[in-house]
């Protein structure tokens, strides 16, 4: 499983890196002039703290916009309580910093929506 992290943070490029090995994943580093990822990423993981102001805006509109097609997950000290509200009301994963337990719920919620979900069914 692949995970884009948009981030021009060298310290937390290198964590991401280490951190997603420990369960399985792997890591593609975005930088801004990227722009925002495509839909070949199993997850998604936004620095908001290192990303241009105009892009962050740009980012959380996007991320509101529409319903997520993937785990997705930021991590930022400047987000307002009600900005953190709005973004966990729409299926995202939010932090204060980056850290290892944001990479195992990823993992967890992208293994959940790979699995099929099987219904029983009685004959009668």
Not at 21 to 31: D, K, Q
Not at 43 to 54: M, S
Not at 59 to 69: D, I, K, Q, T, Y
Not at 78 to 85: G, K, M, P, R, V
Request: proline share 6%; aromatic share 6%; with cysteine.
């Amino acid at each position: 499983m692949s995970i884009a992290y948009l981030t021009v943070d060298q310290v937390n490029q290198s964590l991401a890196q280490e951190w997603s090995a420990h369960v399985a994943l792997n890591v593609e580093i975005l930088m801004p002039r990227d722009g925002y990822p495509d839909s070949c990423y199993t997850a998604l993981v936004v620095d908001l703290d290192y990303l241009p102001a105009e892009l962050r805006g740009e980012v959380l509109a996007e991320l509101l916009r529409s319903p997520l097609a993937r785990p997705t997950a930021v991590h930022g000290y400047n987000l307002t309580d009600e900005q953190i509200a709005t973004l966990k009301g729409h299926g995202v994963i939010v932090h204060r910093r980056l850290s290892p337990k944001l990479f195992r719920r990823l993992r967890d919620l992208a293994v959940e929506r790979r699995m099929p979900s099987f219904q029983s069914s009685s004959a009668i």
